[in-house]
């Protein structure tokens, strides 16, 4: 089935939704000007269509493959990326000071969303060599940014970020790696597990950002630091060195993202790796969540991209099968079911939320870096901080459902490996874990962006969605119910507002308890304030043009996810207000097996 980018659907987002107008006056923004960002996302789109996702099932077919020490990519993976490279698709968002194109993360969060919706494993080795690209340039001295910066911003070198230990997963203060000095470089050893694209033949040489602990160094996560380790030492006039001691001992077999290799590394075996120091000693985990901001909202678009595809996959399939008698007589497809456009209506609708709120996060990323007003840009960076954990959480949980509900669509066909409704499934069901599990970002979300500024930044949120469902209330014109609209647009601040101060209230584990089901309800009350947005923003359109079929579309999914997909937020709040320490009461041994 062809993967179409949804470019109307992002352009409508972008232009009504995300301020993409106000953005582009900002200083250094000025390319980003409506027409031109059309025409930059046609050419995502041609590239997302033409090039990587006709790579997606053979990559899940072929999968990444390991023989001494060297990691072979799936047939036509090394083409695809040399055109990626050539066309300057690696690093859109990385300023012209360092040779991207210096797009704003909004603009380069459609073109994420449509690569990585074509192909995930593929666009793995980006998104981590922007993660790289963003700790060197934010951290490193100019010297390792003159040396490692160039050729990571062009693609000819990959970057890797390596936290994760056997014994060091959600908890980093766990990490043993040891960093020893040496002159003006570091000996490291150690061994990181699950390093995506830690090896592979599509690069001349990948850097590894490695967080290991100095001697000495305080326990905990404040004795961590970070260290530029590449794979092959860099001379003085830039050509490539020696090997430098890191290999990569085996890869794994798993569930999904089969293309993507994920490495177990071994650093120093020898006589140790060498690296180099990012910033400061023990600062590591600070820089590392500097960047992880950026590879959080990434993984977040995954999992829009994902749903985006495995929706499309099922709208395919749902007006071919022919299957049974509809009420009306027969169906001329399964798509005359009401039961299938049910599930279509759940898919399509939630995918559209999340994608204007993890284009939300990213506008406010843009307005945090460059408004011109400092006490603007401290407001933006708390949307932002406060957005994250909700968009990586909720738009990853999302699309495992949404590409469990596309397997159902395609009966036992979808089971059924030909089809390639499971592929999504299973590559979809790695994004609710790495980056932080959803756990850990509704902690997150919870302790840090809630409960520690007493609630204020989702206090100002819960003012702006107020102000939509303010909007709402003054609207007149007919083909919306307005009624509607404003009643579910005041319900979500209502909701957002009242588990705001139940949590900044509480001083028990009830927080913690609750904070899966915050998150949840956090993600479906900012869908409906997104959904709200849009039916203005459609209804206005229609004024203009009343024969245009995407606004009159757009109108009946906002409907839809009033009526069936909002009502679950006043479950999710009652669950809360309930989650005291007698109702999670369990011990260990009550789940024992008699
Ligand atoms: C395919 C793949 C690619 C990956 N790529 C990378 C990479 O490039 N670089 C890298 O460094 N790592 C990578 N990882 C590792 C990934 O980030 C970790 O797997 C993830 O952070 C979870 O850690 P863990 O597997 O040890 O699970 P654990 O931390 O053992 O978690 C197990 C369960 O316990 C829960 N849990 C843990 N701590 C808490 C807590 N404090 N409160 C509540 N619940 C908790 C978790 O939510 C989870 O449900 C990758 C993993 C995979 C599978």
Request: hydrophobic content about 40%; glycine content about 8%; charged content about 20%.
């Amino acid at each position: 089935m062809p993967f179409k980018a949804p470019v109307e659907d992002m352009l409508f987002v972008l232009n009504n939704l995300c301020d993409l107008d106000q953005i582009s006056q900002m200083p250094g923004y000025e390319d980003a000007q409506p027409d031109m960002v059309e025409a930059i996302l046609g050419e995502a789109a041609k590239f997302s269509q033409e090039v990587l996702a006709p790579l997606n099932k053979k990559g899940d077919q072929q999968g990444s493959t390991f023989a001494k020490g060297e990691v072979a990519t799936p047939e036509g993976w090394r083409e695809a990326y040399q055109q990626l490279v050539e066309m300057g698709w690696n690093s859109p968002k990385t300023g012209a000071e360092h040779g991207g194109m210096g797009l704003p993360s909004v603009v380069n969060a459609s073109i994420q969303e449509m690569f990585t919706s074509a192909n995930t494993s593929f666009m793995l080795a980006p998104l981590l060599t922007q993660g790289a690209i963003e700790s060197i340039a934010g951290f490193a001295s100019p010297q390792l940014q003159e040396v490692y910066l160039p050729k990571l911003v062009t693609g000819e070198w990959t970057g890797t970020m390596n936290l994760t230990e056997p014994q060091a997963g959600s908890d980093l203060a766990a990490i043993t790696s040891k960093a020893v000095p040496q002159g003006d470089h570091y000996l490291i050893s150690g061994q990181k597990i699950f390093i995506t694209y830690g090896e592979h033949d599509m690069s001349e040489n990948i850097i590894h950002l490695v967080l290991a602990r100095l001697p000495n160094a305080p326990a905990g996560v404040k004795g961590i630091s970070l260290f530029i380790v590449p794979k092959f030492m860099v001379n003085e006039n830039g050509t490539l060195g020696d090997r430098n001691d890191v290999e990569c001992i085996s890869i794994e077999h798993k569930l999904g993202i089969h293309a993507s290799p994920t490495c177990t590394m071994a650093y120093g075996t020898a006589n140790g790796a060498i690296g180099y120091l990012v910033g400061e000693p023990h600062e590591g985990l600070k820089y590392m969540f500097t960047m992880m901001n950026a590879a959080r909202l990434g993984v977040g678009l995954q999992g829009v991209g994902i749903a985006e595809h495995a929706t499309q996959h099922a709208i395919d399939y749902a007006m071919e099968r022919k299957q049974g008698q509809t009420p009306q007589g027969t169906a001329p497809s399964i798509m005359g079911h009401p039961d299938i456009r049910r599930m279509l209506g759940l898919m399509k609708s939630r995918t559209e939320a999340a994608r204007v709120l993890a284009y939300r996060a990213a506008a406010a990323e843009d307005m945090a870096h460059k408004a011109m007003d400092a006490e603007q840009r401290a407001f933006f960076q708390r949307r932002l901080d406060l957005l994250i954990p909700v968009v990586k959480g909720w738009s990853t949980e999302l699309c495992v459902d949404i590409a469990s509900l596309g397997v159902q669509i395609h009966g036992g066909m979808g089971f059924i490996e030909e089809t390639g409704a499971a592929q999504h499934f299973r590559d979809a069901r790695i994004t609710t874990i790495y980056e932080g599990t959803t756990g850990i970002q509704a902690l997150d979300l919870v302790g840090r962006k809630i409960k520690r500024d007493q609630g204020a930044a989702a206090m100002e949120l819960v003012h702006d969605m107020r102000e939509t469902a303010q909007k709402a209330s003054q609207r007149t014109d007919a083909h919306v119910d307005w009624s509607q609209v404003e009643h579910v647009a005041q319900s979500a601040a209502q909701a957002v507002e009242d588990v705001t101060r139940w949590l900044v209230q509480r001083n028990d584990h009830s927080p913690q308890a609750a904070a899966a089901n915050v998150l949840e309800l956090f993600g479906i009350a900012l869908g409906a304030w997104a959904m709200a947005d849009a039916a203005i923003a459609a209804s206005d359109q229609l004024m203009i043009d009343k024969d245009n079929k995407f606004v009159r579309t757009k109108l009946k999914t906002v409907a839809f996810y009033n009526a069936q997909v909002y009502p679950k937020a006043a479950m999710l709040q009652q669950v809360i207000f309930d989650a005291n320490d007698e109702v999670l009461n369990f011990n260990s041994n009550d789940f024992e097996v008699a």
